[in-house]
């Protein structure tokens, strides 16, 4: 364990554990570098209060130029002066450049690989979390904390224009829409069998930053559709995901 003095900026849920797939991205980063951390909670209705005050800086400018925030965040104080970090991917290159492991096999994102990387998330960001929406709206909504559902209704109604509960797709539409996610699974069990490593996860045994972006979104499954979602995806590809998510479990501890 390396001693550390780093505040993560996670959000709350009314489950004992969060379920943000790019929280929990950083998370499993954290753990598995066997960094210490204390994990600050913020709804996220006030992230952008709470990061502003902090002097988190934002991830994105909005369409009318205002600075836009989002978690996860992160705070290291072991530097001097600390450093203030947004958004997933750039906080893990940044855990990587400042507390590298001896052990190059054991790197999360070695120079060598950010081509994969990129185009890893790419895949991810495009074909799986953007069409789980119509299929998981309600789920996410009903898992939040009181404050952040009334948030998130209002946010995602107006960017829709209509309805949560008319977001969500039924019958056949919904299953057709499952089938897409799945093939995009499918394609990721294709690549991964094709790398030819010994061990569930995309280097063999060790954590890369590609296992943090994939544990995340299925930790996010499990815990948000526990009865829907992640009965579907354990299924897939012959349990793969299943045996996946068992070799993750090392490094999914929430403190």
Request: with cysteine; charged share 20%.
């Amino acid at each position: 364990m390396t001693t550390t003095n780093i505040i993560f900026l996670d959000i709350p849920t009314v489950l004992p554990v969060p379920f943000s797939p790019n929280t929990w991205k950083v998370r499993l980063a954290l753990n598995y570098k066997k960094l210490t951390y204390v994990t600050r909670w913020v709804e996220t209705t006030d992230i952008a209060s709470v990061c502003t005050s902090l002097g988190v800086p934002p991830t994105s400018t909005l369409p009318d130029g205002t600075p836009k925030y989002t978690l996860p965040a992160l705070i290291d104080h072991t530097t001097s002066p600390p450093a203030l970090l947004s958004d997933s991917t750039p906080i893990i290159e940044y855990l990587e450049r400042t507390y590298p492991n001896p052990d190059s096999s054991r790197a999360l994102c070695a120079p060598a690989s950010r081509a994969f990387h990129a185009l890893f998330e790419y895949h991810v960001a495009h074909s799986i979390t953007a069409q789980l929406l119509p299929v998981m709206v309600m789920h996410m909504h009903d898992r939040k904390t009181p404050r952040d559902r009334v948030h998130f209704r209002k946010r995602t109604e107006a960017a829709f224009g209509k309805k949560l509960e008319d977001i969500e797709l039924r019958g056949k539409e919904r299953e057709e829409h499952w089938k897409k996610i799945e093939d995009a699974f499918d394609l990721l069990a294709m690549f991964m069998q094709a790398g030819g490593t010994a061990g569930e996860l995309f280097t063999g045994s060790n954590l890369a930053l590609a296992d943090c972006t994939l544990g995340g979104l299925l930790l996010a499954f499990r815990y948000i559709s526990p009865d829907e979602a992640w009965i579907k995806v354990s299924a897939w590809n012959d349990g793969k995901w299943m045996r996946y998510m068992a070799a993750l479990e090392e490094w999914m501890a929430v403190v």
